[in-house]
């Protein structure tokens, strides 16, 4: 018997679908609409300010570990603990994952959609509702099972730009971790340093109330024998007594950037406390500060990495809506074997039944949604094209603030040096004149109250010295290593 070219096309069908699935897995069946995305070309400053960067020094700087410059073992302990700890780092992590997730369910589109399904039926129908010509119920039984199936032939390239946009929003994602961890390895640092600042403060504070209490009480002597008026003793109190109304303030931000601090690492706000109360000198780096030059930004800043990663997404989201544009092709197919009686189900010429065939759906007429869909996606390339631009801007004003932030505290802090030494050495020499009658107890107070506030702004300003050094680090994208794309 001549078999009909149906039979040959269905015997041939799994073969031909077999080879479409090659040819769409490893070729470009038809034109990928939409932009082929290339990174934007920005013009950068060849190198940094000169009047910013007095004290430092031009190289390859350490940006991968910098906070071991400091050469604290504390801190490189509660740089480690945060690494481990921190909630806002598992958190930028988990959405790595997520963007992962979706990577794999794009990437999903380029295989066939297959469905099992299955019916048992027992059916029983009351006389009543049957023909006249039947006198009792009857009970129909219907079993059904097979499959079907789709395929979506990628001709235009959607599900291929659909890919290209989730592995670059899977890279933005990566970013993104970095940025964390970038943020956070600066924000403990600055932190730990505010923490040992704050005790020198406090420190030069119980100083200077000591000093104060040894001059009331000179003041109280020289009143009991007449030689000083009850004003004197006055003042010292006075003097005293604003000196010891600063205590609380600074034990009270102590206690909140230890508290700080802890949050940071994932873990109580006072589980450091114990571990911190005992006080260090403020962290001082060793050896030269380096930096490197403004277009090294563009590889080692997160942020900058993140919104260049954005724009390749979204540039690709442009092909993925022009798609629509046209009509899309798939392969439909079902397979089922369908009976009255459950033994006919096993009787497979009976009981059997299949279709299969190409189809293709095309919106004619939509009243301008596609094409408007494609300005939204051309609008947001813009704008993430724009993002992207700002980024970069930022991150050099972000450096060239930290630099000329650090070199000019360094100044302040070396002028503050030489006035309390200046200072304590006036007081002394004001004291001695206030005990041999030269010189008023105004002089003494007026001198205290200087060689205090001295002291106090030069401690906080040996911090921020260190702080601004951070800074610099933070802004040049340091904590991870551009090197390394493996993530834990």
């Given at each position: 018997m001549k078999r009909s070219p149906l039979c040959y096309t269905l015997k041939l069908a799994p073969y031909l679908i077999f080879s479409l699935f090659l040819l769409q897995g490893c070729f470009d069946i038809g034109p990928k609409l939409g932009p082929d995305y290339s990174p934007p070309t920005l013009q950068m400053q060849d190198a940094w300010h000169q009047e910013i960067t007095k004290g430092l020094q031009d190289g390859e700087a350490n940006l991968q570990t910098w906070?071991?410059?400091?050469?604290?073992?504390?801190?490189?302990?509660?740089?480690?603990?945060?690494?481990?700890?921190?909630?806002?780092?598992?958190?930028?992590?988990?959405?790595?994952?997520?963007?992962?997730?979706?990577?794999?369910?794009?990437?999903?589109?380029?295989?066939?959609?297959?469905?099992?399904?299955?019916?048992?039926?027992?059916?029983r129908s009351p006389h009543t509702f049957l023909p006249p010509t039947t006198q009792r119920s009857r009970t129909d039984e219907f079993f059904k099972f097979g499959g079907e199936g789709s395929w979506e032939i990628d001709f235009w390239g959607r599900i291929d730009r659909s890919i290209e946009s989730a592995d670059a929003s899977l890279d933005a994602s990566m970013e993104d971790y970095r940025d964390v961890l970038v943020m956070l390895y600066a924000d403990v640092s600055t932190n730990y340093v505010e923490v040992r600042a704050l005790q020198d403060r406090i420190k030069y504070v119980r100083g200077n109330i000591g000093t104060q209490r040894k001059s009331l009480q000179l003041t109280k002597d020289r009143f009991d024998v007449g030689l000083a008026p009850d004003l004197d003793v006055q003042q010292a109190k006075l003097n005293l007594a604003k000196t010891e109304s600063t205590l609380p303030t600074l034990q009270m931000q102590l206690v909140?950037?230890?508290?700080?601090?802890?949050?940071?690492?994932?873990?109580?706000?006072?589980?450091?406390?114990?571990?911190?109360?005992?006080?260090?000198?403020?962290?001082?780096?060793?050896?030269?500060?380096?930096?490197?030059?403004?277009?090294?930004?563009?590889?080692?800043?997160?942020?900058?990495?993140?919104?260049?990663?954005?724009?390749?997404?979204?540039?690709?989201?442009?092909?993925?809506?022009?798609?629509?544009?046209?009509?899309?092709?798939?392969?439909?197919?079902?397979?089922?074997?369908?009976?009255?009686?459950?033994?006919?189900?096993?009787?497979?010429?009976?009981?059997?039944?299949?279709?299969?065939g190409p189809s293709f759906r095309w919106n004619i007429f939509d009243g301008g949604r596609v094409r408007n869909k494609i300005r939204v996606e051309d609008a947001r390339t813009e704008q993430a094209l724009n993002r992207y631009e700002q980024t970069v801007l930022?991150?050099?004003?972000?450096?060239?603030?930290?630099?000329?932030?650090?070199?000019?505290?360094?100044?302040?802090?070396?002028?503050?040096?030489?006035?309390?030494?200046?200072?304590?050495?006036?007081?002394?020499?004001?004291?001695?004149?206030?005990?041999?009658?030269?010189?008023?107890?105004?002089?003494?107070?007026?001198?205290?109250?200087?060689?205090?506030?001295?002291?106090?702004?030069?401690?906080?300003?040996?911090?921020?010295?260190?702080?601004?050094?951070?800074?610099?680090?933070?802004?040049?994208g340091g904590g991870w290593d551009p090197g390394t794309e493996k993530h834990e």
């Open positions: 906070w071991t410059i400091l050469k604290d073992p504390v801190l490189n302990t509660l740089i480690e603990r945060a690494y481990q700890g921190n909630l806002q780092l598992k958190e930028a992590f988990a959405r790595i994952k997520e963007a992962r997730a979706n990577r794999g369910i794009k990437s999903g589109e380029r295989f066939p959609d297959l469905n099992s399904t299955g019916d048992a039926r027992r059916m909140q950037t230890i508290n700080r601090l802890g949050v940071l690492l994932g873990e109580h706000p006072d589980a450091l406390h114990d571990e911190l109360e005992k006080r260090t000198s403020i962290p001082k780096p060793s050896g030269q500060i380096l930096f490197g030059l403004p277009v090294e930004l563009l590889r080692q800043r997160p942020d900058i990495r993140q919104a260049e990663r954005e724009l390749a997404a979204q540039t690709a989201l442009i092909g993925v809506a022009k798609a629509d544009l046209y009509p899309s092709f798939s392969l439909f197919g079902t397979f089922e074997i369908a009976a009255n009686d459950f033994s006919d189900v096993f009787s497979y010429s009976k009981s059997r039944m299949h279709s299969f930022n991150s050099l004003e972000d450096v060239e603030n930290a630099m000329v932030s650090y070199v000019q505290e360094k100044v302040r802090r070396n002028a503050l040096e030489r006035s309390v030494k200046a200072a304590r050495k006036s007081t002394d020499l004001v004291r001695t004149l206030y005990i041999s009658g030269l010189t008023d107890f105004q002089n003494v107070q007026e001198m205290e109250r200087f060689q205090f506030e001295q002291e106090d702004q030069f401690a906080e300003s040996e911090g921020k010295v260190i702080q601004n050094l951070i800074s610099i680090y933070r802004s040049l």
